[in-house]
């Protein structure tokens, strides 16, 4: 090893620092301290970041407003139902929002009023925009707790799915 071989030297950056270098107006790091310094201006950075929105609460996003009452859910819930009313008994949309209303009652008994809102602004924009209808000839068959759903093609008890294994 004493002959001719030259050991490797740590890369070096070197910075030019103005007035804030502790060894002088040229600094050199080595990687893992230039890397460290970055680090650290970048949690400066942060902190002061931080600091500057605690310190001044007006400029941060407004508090969130009240919670929904009560009063505001029954309210909603009742326009939606106003506007299933209107709606014909048969139609897909009407059993959907329906549907929404329902479950915005159950959120409303559950004391989650923001819930209650969610559910109903979902079924008067289910009422609104029509997004389910059936074409001409079709019915929705709603089946009873107690129904099976029937196929066209083939058996549904479960001794059927078993027969091909």
């Given at each position: 090893?004493?002959?001719?071989?030259?050991?490797?030297?740590?890369?070096?950056?070197?910075?030019?620092?103005?007035?804030?270098?502790?060894?002088?107006?040229?600094?050199?790091?080595?990687?893992?301290?230039?890397?460290?310094?970055?680090?650290?201006?970048?949690?400066?950075?942060?902190?002061?970041?931080?600091?500057?929105?605690?310190?001044?609460?007006?400029?941060?996003?407004?508090?969130?407003?009240?919670?929904?009452?009560?009063?505001?859910?029954?309210?909603?819930?009742?326009?939606?139902?106003?506007?299933?009313?209107?709606?014909?008994?048969?139609?897909?949309?009407?059993?959907?929002?329906?549907?929404?209303?329902?479950?915005?009652?159950?959120?409303?008994?559950?004391?989650?009023?923001?819930?209650?809102?969610?559910?109903?602004?979902?079924?008067?924009?289910?009422?609104?925009?029509?997004?389910?209808?059936?074409?001409?000839?079709?019915?929705?068959?709603?089946l009873q707790p107690n129904e099976i759903p029937m196929r066209e093609h083939g058996d549904m008890s479960p001794a059927a799915g078993d027969r091909g294994r």
């Amino acid at each position: 090893m004493s002959g001719g071989a030259a050991k490797a030297r740590p890369a070096r950056i070197c910075l030019a620092f103005e007035s804030v270098a502790p060894r002088g107006p040229r600094t050199c790091l080595s990687r893992s301290e230039y890397v460290l310094h970055r680090i650290s201006c970048l949690a400066t950075w942060l902190l002061v970041g931080l600091a500057s929105g605690i310190a001044a609460p007006g400029n941060a996003d407004p508090a969130p407003s009240e919670e929904p009452t009560q009063d505001q859910c029954e309210a909603a819930v009742g326009q939606a139902r106003a506007l299933a009313l209107a709606v014909p008994p048969g139609d897909l949309s009407r059993y959907f929002a329906e549907r929404h209303l329902h479950q915005a009652l159950v959120e409303a008994g559950n004391g989650e009023y923001d819930d209650c809102l969610e559910a109903a602004t979902r079924a008067t924009e289910e009422l609104r925009e029509r997004r389910h209808a059936l074409q001409p000839g079709e019915q929705l068959k709603i089946l009873q707790p107690n129904e099976i759903p029937m196929r066209e093609h083939g058996d549904m008890s479960p001794a059927a799915g078993d027969r091909g294994r």
